[in-house]
Nanobody, 129 residues
Framework: VQLQASGGGLVQPGESLRLSCRPS?????????IAWFRQAPGKERERVSC???????????HYATPVKGRFTISRDIANNTGYLQMNSLKPEDTAVYYC???????????????????WGQGTQVTVSS
């Protein structure tokens, strides 16, 4: 049971990338919260964004302050895929990006309050001119 992140690459400042996250061995349905983490060289891993069911019509989403307004997290349940759209990329966004997931006890809840227990290998994002 793992997740596979893809879509990273080398881009110039101001450009965009879309990361994808696909599970292996399970279905990434609404009972799961999905998160994106990143780790830059010499720095601790940080959560960038997450998404989960709120129990209502719209999902709960959360963004780290450095990426608010630039990154958008989403998911396509029908295609069993999570996404992270990254716009206006900056050199400080350079890192290995990981997707993670956790099954929610009641199928919904704020995604930033959970410990994630499904992980995959990361994808490198490099922003440089």
């Amino acid at each position: 049971v793992q997740l596979q992140a893809s879509g990273g690459g080398l881009v110039q400042p101001g450009e965009s990338l879309r990361l994808s996250c696909r599970p292996s061995g399970f279905t990434l349905d609404y009972y799961y919260a999905i998160a994106w983490f990143r780790q830059a060289p010499g720095k601790e891993r940080e959560r960038v964004s997450c998404i989960s069911s709120s129990g209502g019509a719209t999902d709960y989403t959360h963004y780290a302050t450095p990426v608010k307004g630039r990154f958008t997290i989403s998911r396509d349940i029908a295609n069993n895929t999570g996404y992270l759209q990254m716009n206006s990329l900056k050199p400080e966004d350079t890192a290995v990006y990981y997707c993670a997931a956790v099954a929610l006890d009641y199928g919904y809840g704020p995604c930033d309050r959970y410990e994630y227990d499904h992980w995959g290998q990361g994808t490198q994002v490099t922003v440089s001119s």
